[in-house]
Antibody, heavy 118, light 110 residues
């Protein structure tokens, strides 16, 4: 079945770094754009970043631009999110999601939790 | 990148219909047929309920429908059922090549 599994979350101090991974299965990963979306505890969804199927286009939310880097390895069916200069307000559940028909997110992982705290 | 505007909460009785609005601008909701709607139950990942303003993915009940007029999109749920209770989010692609979500609406089935 179509599945996305995130990993790499954890507790990190402000200013620190983490790399999240998202392994895809059940569909042809190299054919689809991918998103990262986050949700702070008790808050709403916030779009973070998107990478086109071949990595040719990458977009970021202003809140993470210059600090986060999205990438993908189509040979490993894996999406990544490198997070640097982490801040307390980056604490959230981070979901990867598969892009569908240009604008939509039709498959979501269960998420991985990032906590930024001293 | 201001969030789209949704009501914080809506409620309805089983069998009734409710509508959740999602207001943006001419740079997002009004610019493209790119509004999608997501349902989220507590502790769970979001689930796509409506894509491209009006399209229902396979497996989603036909009690869910979407529409758009100008800069405002709407999600209507007819024949409310207890299982529909949860949080609902709209999202839109923007002219800045980004995506923006609404603040979320908590649906309570009375």
């Amino acid at each position: 079945q179509v599945q996305l599994i995130e990993s790499g979350g954890g507790v990190v101090q402000p200013g620190g770094s983490l790399r999240l991974s998202c392994v895809a299965s059940g569909f042809t990963f190299r054919n689809y754009g991918m998103h990262w979306v986050r949700q702070a505890p008790g808050k709403g969804l916030e779009w973070v970043t998107f990478v086109r199927y071949d990595g040719s286009d990458i977009y970021y939310a202003d809140s993470v631009k210059g600090r986060f880097t999205i990438s993908r390895d189509n040979s490993k069916n894996t999406l990544y999110l490198q997070m640097n200069s982490l801040r307390v307000d980056d604490s959230a559940m981070y979901y990867c999601a598969k892009n569908f028909n240009y604008y939509n997110m039709d498959v979501w992982g269960e998420g991985t939790t990032v906590t930024v705290s001293s | 990148q201001s969030a789209l505007t949704q009501p914080a909460s809506v409620s309805g009785s089983p069998g009734q219909s409710i509508t959740i609005s999602c207001t943006g601008t001419s740079s997002d909701v009004g610019a493209y047929r790119s509004v999608s709607w997501y349902q989220q139950h507590p502790g769970k990942a979001p689930k796509l309920m409506i894509s491209d303003v009006t399209n229902r993915p396979s497996g989603v009940s036909n009690r869910f429908s979407g529409s758009k007029s100008g800069n405002t999109a709407s999600l209507t749920i007819s024949g409310l059922q207890a299982e529909d209770e949860g949080d609902y989010y709209c999202a839109s692609y923007t002219s800045s090549n980004t995506w923006v979500f609404g603040g979320g609406t908590k649906l309570t089935v009375l």
